[in-house]
């Protein structure tokens, strides 16, 4: 009873019931088929049953009866040919199947890349757009040139202004030392002269 419980556990899949048939790998299975259907699609296939045929409808018409192995009707060939076509059309259609897949395997992985590139893309061009913003607000070269001449030119005005004030004051301080110096001092005789006009006569 124990064992039929342990057999019938849920968390573990059944062993499949039936017939079991041989497992095959699909890889190498896969690489055959697209061996054959690449063998199948070149020239040298064609050439060579070509002539194979060719040998076998000689052969089984030209040749004595007693040994001929496929007379005319040439059943055997059909058959032969029958099967070939059988056997190469699945082998052709696997190895487009697989083909198909690489090919959607690469269309996914060239999706990818470009989703990638796009991002990328995206990602430099608004790098570069915060960079110009940047660029906007930072003093260039240029700017600081031109600052720096106008603030030597506002010097330079200024010193201009100061040396012309100093000149002006240099000139009155000149002229005040010229109108003093041209004042004659007074001495005693004009003092005296002074005090005999301003008395009254007797």
Same mark, same amino acid.
Not at 24 to 37: H, P
Not at 62 to 74: E, I, M, S
Not at 98 to 107: G, M, P, T, Y
């Given at each position: 009873?124990?064992?039929?419980?342990?057999?019938?556990?849920?968390?573990?899949?059944?062993?499949?019931?039936?017939?079991?048939?041989?497992?095959?790998?699909?890889?190498?299975?896969?690489? !055959?088929?697209?061996?054959?259907?690449?063998?199948?699609?070149t020239a040298n296939f064609i050439v060579?049953?070509?002539?194979?045929?060719?040998? !076998?409808?000689?052969? *089984?018409?030209?040749?004595?009866?007693?040994?001929? $192995?496929?007379?005319?009707?040439?059943?055997?060939?059909?058959?032969?040919?029958?099967?070939?076509?059988?056997?190469?059309?699945?082998?052709?259609?696997?190895?487009? *199947?697989?083909?198909?897949?690489?090919?959607?395997?690469?269309?996914e992985e060239d999706r990818r890349r470009?989703?990638?590139?796009?991002?990328?893309?995206e990602y430099l061009a608004r790098e570069?757009?915060?960079?110009?913003?940047?660029?906007?607000?930072?003093?260039?070269?240029? $700017?600081?040139?031109?600052?720096?001449?106008?603030?030597?030119?506002?010097?330079?005005?200024?010193?201009?202004?100061?040396?012309?004030?100093?000149?002006?004051?240099?000139?009155?301080?000149?002229?005040?030392?010229?109108?003093?110096?041209?004042?004659?001092?007074?001495?005693?005789?004009?003092?005296?002269?002074?005090?005999? *006009?301003?008395?009254?006569?007797?």
């Amino acid at each position: 009873m124990t064992e039929q419980r342990r057999a019938e556990r849920l968390d573990q899949p059944r062993e499949p019931r039936g017939l079991r048939l041989p497992r095959v790998d699909q890889e190498s299975f896969g690489r !055959w088929s697209e061996g054959i259907a690449r063998g199948m699609g070149t020239a040298n296939f064609i050439v060579y049953m070509t002539v194979v045929i060719a040998i !076998w409808f000689v052969w *089984n018409t030209l040749a004595p009866r007693n040994l001929q $192995f496929d007379p005319y009707t040439f059943t055997f060939l059909t058959l032969v040919l029958s099967l070939q076509a059988s056997y190469a059309a699945p082998l052709i259609l696997l190895a487009q *199947n697989r083909q198909a897949d690489r090919d959607r395997v690469a269309l996914e992985e060239d999706r990818r890349r470009a989703t990638m590139q796009k991002a990328d893309t995206e990602y430099l061009a608004r790098e570069i757009a915060a960079l110009r913003i940047a660029m906007g607000e930072v003093a260039t070269r240029d $700017f600081v040139r031109s600052e720096l001449t106008r603030l030597a030119e506002e010097l330079d005005e200024a010193n201009q202004r100061r040396q012309r004030l100093e000149r002006r004051q240099q000139d009155r301080a000149q002229r005040s030392e010229v109108a003093e110096g041209l004042e004659d001092p007074r001495d005693d005789l004009d003092g005296d002269f002074a005090r005999d *006009n301003g008395r009254p006569e007797s």
